[in-house]
């Protein structure tokens, strides 16, 4: 039973929506650790931020799977191109909005997955 279950969940030649999905589920985690645990740990504000260090540590990961994925799509090419725009332009925003002020990204170009 589990092992069916994580492969109707996880990612697939045939679609992006698993990708689009999860980078929401990241947003979610990431606000939730700006919001609820960032202030409760946060004894000395300019050294922890737990959202800011979850949100270079997704992206990190994030980028390198959706690399990974997307040359396998490149492949097989079973998705749209709006698929594919739609999934860029989510990706775009979130590193936006969460990974570009960080300082180990601040002053680099940013890395989109290709």
Same mark, same amino acid.
């Given at each position: 039973? @589990? ?5 109707? !969940? !996880? &990612?697939?030649?045939?679609?992006? +929506?698993?990708? @689009?999905? @999860? ?10 650790? $700006?919001? *609820?645990?960032?202030?409760?740990? +946060?004894?000395? &504000? ?16 994030? $980028? ?17 191109? &709006?698929?594919?725009? +739609?999934?860029?332009? $989510?990706? $775009? ?15 680099? *170009? &940013?890395?989109?997955?290709?």
């Amino acid at each position: 039973m @589990f092992e069916s279950c994580c492969e109707d !969940g !996880g &990612p697939s030649a045939d679609s992006v +929506n698993f990708w @689009f999905d @999860f980078l929401d589920y990241m947003m979610r985690v990431i606000e939730d650790d $700006k919001n *609820i645990y960032t202030p409760v740990l +946060n004894q000395f &504000p300019q050294e922890l931020s737990v959202g800011n260090l979850s949100a270079a540590t997704l992206w990190q990961l994030y $980028k390198t799977d959706l690399q990974m994925a997307l040359e396998e799509h490149a492949q097989t090419k079973k998705c749209s191109t &709006p698929e594919y725009m +739609n999934l860029y332009f $989510k990706v $775009k925003g979130f590193y936006f909005k969460y990974v570009a002020d960080l300082p180990q990204y601040k002053d680099s *170009i &940013p890395e989109f997955p290709a």
